[in-house]
């Protein structure tokens, strides 16, 4: 009984000094709620009684013009709610829209955005505003007009700014951005690389003395003049949300940022200009409305779907390093013949193999649930277990996979075919991977590194990675489509089916398997674990309770096999 009680007793405080280490916003459980003069109590009730830690409220002030001019409703309503989390020992953030804002019923009022400052909207190289009406998106009503501004309309983002600091000042534990892109989204402004208005073109010339509207060659990556306009509108979105992040801290220095972002790893990032491995260098955390390629609910994905989605959340776990990571993803939206809180189940558990936060809300908005009684069971059960997911991983002896986010820009689709097609075969054969960022390579400590695309890295880049590999690690240059070299076996080995997923790593000093299964049916594994210290395994299923695995000591391993399991199950040793 004492070695027993010593055991829980060391994880406790391990827990409790992981919990000092990191902010709140590594552990929140999210749900979203639409914020009124007289609901801050009823949101905050809600809240707790489905186990929600992380209050998403939204009453949006500079994304309305009315309340872009004057805030002074919506400011009470945020410190109203902010006090009642705060008193129910909850958190609570405010949603902001980042460059986008809706005038309501703006064919009959005499002001709108549009009316007012037309010279604020970002334009089409043709010259067209960004101006769009109802039916565009489906959260602009008939009648209304939205907009999308330039981040460099100085008298916009004076007052943008000037907003920010009023609604860090309320209380709130922090402001949510939705969005903030360059207009390439909208149906017919895919390939525009706006914007064109005049702001930006001054900064443009400004910075590279170039004339984006003549000598720019829009669309051709062969151009270097073209390769500095991506850069530019990159650099741009991550200096907007530095200063908002700046103006948050001046206000209020316990107040976090928080960036939505809904592309990905992929080719997108470059046309909206919001690239998450360059924003979460500047803000707190990033919440990404993020489902892989296949842009599906998971009550629709395919095992495939699946392993795309998870090369996704693993991606931004590297590129986030120590901030957390809230994946703002969608259960069902009317999948007909699929369980409802199944779904709901299997998207939680795969947010959970690869750390990252949840977040709760119904068919494809950001507020509500698809079953309230599924979100408190599986909200309670990962409160229970916050610091096994939640606590820092680190790498043990992975196999790296480097990820060359400026490669993407310029070379989206050969980059994402290799570097998914080697994901895949390191995630199928369930080697312990690490993906490398050009911040993380000197940190790297694996033995090999592979470069997918080799042939489309940028010299410097290229001579970078091969200055650095005679000293930690070799180099592979990977195929087109992916590959993976003969590596010497790993010090923990994991054995499943093809359709489970496996991250290995290091958590308050023990070594974890993360599992995660997208077969139709139960599957067990077998993980074989280094044997130098410790002789005893434990395993947690998702939504499950802690046991003890039997073990066998075999040619210098730990070996525990693990009988078949749904969705998540996570195995330790001690």
Known sequence: MRLRLTFLAAGFLAAQAAMAAQSWAHYVRIAGHGLQADNAAAIVAES????????????DIPGRYESFLDPSAKLAAIRKVAAAAHRAGNKAFVYI???????????????????????????????????FGGGTAFWIKHGDEDVWISPFAPEWRKRYMNLVRQIAATGIDGVYVDIPYWMTHFTGWEKSWASFDDYTVAAFRRETGLDARHDVRIGDISDPHFRRWIDFRIR???????????????????????????????????????????????????????????DSMAA?????????????????????GDKPTWMLNYSWDGEKGVSIPAAMKTLFAAQLTAGANSWDAKGHVMSGSNDIQTRREVFGWIKQYEHIFYDPRTPVDPIGVYFSPQTRDYYPKEFMKSFKGTMNLLLASHREFQIVTPRTLSSFR???LIVPASQQIADREMATLRSQSPRHFQLYLAAANGSVPAVSPQKVAVSAPPLTIAQIARVNGKIHAFLDNFGSVESG???????????????LPFLSTVSEVPVERTGGKLVAKIPPFKRAMVVWRD
Not at 48 to 59: A, H, K, L, Q
Not at 534 to 539: K, P, T
Request: glycine share 6%.
């Open 97 to 131: 829209a980042g460059l986008e804002c809706i005038t309501a019923n703006a064919a009959n009022v005499p002001h709108s955005f549009f009316k007012d400052h037309p010279d604020w909207v970002q334009r089409k190289l043709d010259g067209t505003p960004a101006v």
């Open 525 to 539: 594994a077998t993980v074989e674990f280094p044997a130098d210290a410790g002789s005893r395994v434990h395993m």
């Open 48 to 59: 707790e009684s489905s186990n929600v830690f992380g209050i998403e409220v939204d009453n």
């Open 446 to 448: 694996g033995r090999v």
């Open 300 to 320: 629709a994905k395919s095992p495939s779907d699946w392993f795309d989605q998870m090369i996704g959340m693993f991606a931004f776990r590297a590129f986030a």
């Open 236 to 294: 741009a979105i991550t200096d907007f949300m530095k200063e908002i992040d700046s103006n948050v801290k001046a206000a209020n220095p316990r107040c976090i940022t928080i960036a939505e972002i809904y592309p990905g790893i992929e080719e997108p990032v470059a046309r909206v200009g919001a690239d998450v491995y360059q924003l979460y260098t500047v803000v707190d955390a990033v919440a990404h409305e993020y489902h892989g390629m296949a």
